[in-house]
């Protein structure tokens, strides 16, 4: 695959900056753990895809982390608001070559491999490979050239944000994964055995 490029958009895990939805209720500390426990996850999942791998930081380069300098290409994210971001990240993609790109963020825990492989695949015989979350939104957009109106005049992090991007793509070929849950708020992660360490002080 390799025509193939992975973008994984990840935010720097500083005490009090990350999953702030979640550390309202569980506290900066937990949420800061949580959130580099799904960091690894995503690591585990992506690091032997074969595919090229570009990580996009959300504020600065971090050099010696869990995103491991020989796999992942480490990039710094570009623009005023998420839809603009992930359109520089496209289309430095599509400029260097590639004509598979997906793009993913680094909180789903319900994500693996070989979903990722899948993912890649239908772009062989569609246009678009989307993702759609449980919330409205979606956790993976893929496709083959650049479709920019995709990542504008959206209202990032609402409920209408899958809507009206398949508005969008409504002329193109669109394979839709499963649906699938991002982890942002508390109720997302309480039933879930693996984070069960992270929440002991929620129980006693």
Known sequence: MGNSLLLIFTRNPELGKCKTRLAAKVGDTAALD???FLLQH????????A??????YSEDIWENDIWDNYTYTKKVQQGPNLGMRMLNAFEQGFKAGFEKIIIIGSDMYQLSQT???????RLDDHDIV???AED????????????KEVFQDKTWGTDTVLSNTLQDLRSES???LPEKNDVDHYEDIKDIEAFQPFLKHMKE
């Not at 595919?51 to 996009?56: A, D, G, L, R, T």
């Not at 409205?136 to 479709?147: A, D, E």
């Open 174 to 176: 669109v394979f839709m």
């Open 136 to 147: 409205g939104g979606y956790y993976l957009l893929g496709m083959t050239t650049l479709k």
């Open 42 to 49: 995503t690591v585990s999942f992506t690091k032997n895809l």
């Open 34 to 36: 949580i959130y580099k």
């Open 115 to 121: 979903d990722m492989e899948e993912a890649f695949s």
């Open 130 to 132: 989307l993702g759609p």
């Open 51 to 56: 595919v090229e791998k570009w990580v996009f």
